[in-house]
């Protein structure tokens, strides 16, 4: 239950935060404000009774006996009010007022100017909100009692349809303005992500811009030193390959010319052969570290024409697989990539499966954002155990050290960085029929 409500975004989770802590406060505000609007009205309420209860007293004690019966039937009773003379005071079943409310309407009632004579000599209060109205006997001074019945409904401050109202439009104006902050509190966090994956993608990508809030500000220039170090450090790894590649290559060079003047048939061949598989590591080293930072601009390619044209290269290369190497998919579908980088990946996928599998077959296909390249064989297959293991630099599954079947053991380190370095990445596994199965991933 939690995974589907709580969020997994920073900006979501912020705006719930906010969201449920704005929808308490307004719970709570309108309850405070509830409470004192029931205290409003009932307080008003009662003052109205008490006024109108010792003006009808007021108006049969200033009447002559004689006619008290006439003016109690004249009094105005338009609000339900009903008024009765009696020797005794108002008898019913009803509970008499809790004190607090009798001490309301005495208080009120002494607010009506009257002289001290003429105010009552003695009250009762029965009833109140909980019965749905209020009974109060006050005697005359001839020991005659003046008894008023008044309703009194419960307060129902709900029924104000302002209040709500008010409330809902400053509920949904104060959400916007949640959502609406949160959205631009966190567009850098999003930016600051996407800057990372473009990093990850292109090391020369331009730095972050640093403004905004101070710690969003920190941290994107803590991002640029960052970027600006790891360019520098991968700047300082080749600069110093380039130089050990130039360094040794003048060595080899002379080796070679002397291994020339060697007499042995057999002792100069082998000592050649060495020489130039270790030129050839050199420049396999060399070519590794130049894909690593590479200056290489990003450009849209046919990903589907750059499939077909490696294949008519490897028919040229290999004519006798020609007929071994085919291409299903669609007839274009265009990625972003560094136009070279990306073919010497693929050209080393498939160079792979000629020679060890004698034939290629190369499947493309689209899924959401990804293109997938399947470059399929019918070699022996690999072993499970070594499907991750072949990525690592310099390591051969092929036995002999022989240059022309074996490499150096760097190609497929080299299609892996590369295609990681677009957002992507490569996996060999065994195919179910027999042969090998590389699967090349990219962004589109």
């Known amino acids: 239950m939690t995974r589907f409500l709580w969020p997994r975004s920073l900006g979501g989770r912020t705006a719930l935060v906010l969201l449920v802590s704005l929808t308490l406060v307004q719970v709570a505000g309108l309850a405070i404000h509830a409470f004192d609007r029931t205290d409003a009205l009932r307080f008003a309420q009662l003052r109205n009774i008490a006024v109108r209860a010792i003006s ?12 008290r019966d006439e003016v ?25 007022a809790y004190p607090e409310l009798q001490r309301i309407l005495r208080v009120n009632m002494q607010l009506v100017p009257m002289r001290p004579a003429d105010r009552p000599r003695d009250y009762v209060w029965l009833g109140g909100a909980a019965a749905g109205r209020l009974m109060i006997g006050m005697r005359l001074p001839d020991g005659t009692w003046v008894n008023v019945t008044v ?26 303005l949640t959502l609406w902050a949160v959205r631009r509190l966190t ?32 941290a994107a220039a803590a991002f640029n030193i960052m970027a600006a170090r790891m360019r520098r450090l991968l700047a300082d790894r080749n600069f110093m390959l380039a130089a050990i590649g130039h360094d040794l290559r003048t060595p080899i ?45 990003l450009a849209s390619i046919d990903l589907a024409e750059l499939l077909r044209t490696l294949l008519d290269e490897a028919a040229d290369a290999w ?29 080393n996928l498939v160079g792979n499966a000629v020679k060890y ?33 072949v990525f690592q630099p310099f390591v051969r599954l092929e036995a002999s050290r022989n240059r022309e079947t074996g490499g150096v053991g760097l190609g497929l380190t080299i299609a892996r960085n590369i295609l990681r370095a677009h957002g992507g990445d490569v996996a060999i596994a065994a195919r179910p029929g027999g042969g090998t199965r590389a699967t090349a991933t990219l962004p589109r």
Do not use: C
């Open 151 to 176: 309703p009194m409904p419960r307060v129902r401050w709900l029924l104000s349809g302002t209040f709500l109202v008010a409330f809902l439009v400053m509920t949904v104006a104060a959400a916007g």
């Open 253 to 297: 060079t002379r080796l070679k010319l002397r291994a020339e003047f060697i007499e042995d048939e057999e002792l100069r061949r082998k000592s050649l052969a060495d020489l130039d598989e270790l030129e050839a590591m050199v420049s396999a080293t060399l070519a590794f570290g130049r894909d690593t930072l590479s200056d290489e601009a």
């Open 319 to 347: 004519p006798d697989a020609a007929e071994r190497l085919a291409y299903a998919g669609p007839d274009h579908l265009t990625v972003g990539a560094r136009p070279i980088a990306l073919k010497r990946a693929l050209t």
């Open 72 to 96: 109690v039937q004249a009094i105005d009773a338009r609000e339900g009010a009903v008024v009765r003379l009696s020797d005794a005071p108002p008898v019913s079943t009803i509970p008499p």
């Open 187 to 218: 567009a850098p966090v999003a930016t600051l992500a996407a800057a990372a994956e473009r990093l990850g993608r292109d090391l020369n990508a331009p730095p972050l811009p640093e403004d905004g809030p101070a710690e969003l500000a920190t």
């Open 56 to 67: 009808i007293y007021r108006t049969v004690a200033l009447a002559d006996p004689d006619s």
């Open 357 to 389: 599998g004698g034939g290629a077959r190369l499947t493309l296909a689209a899924h959401d954002r990804m293109a997938t390249v399947l470059v399929d064989d019918d070699g022996p297959g690999i072993p499970p155990e070594e499907a991750e293991r």
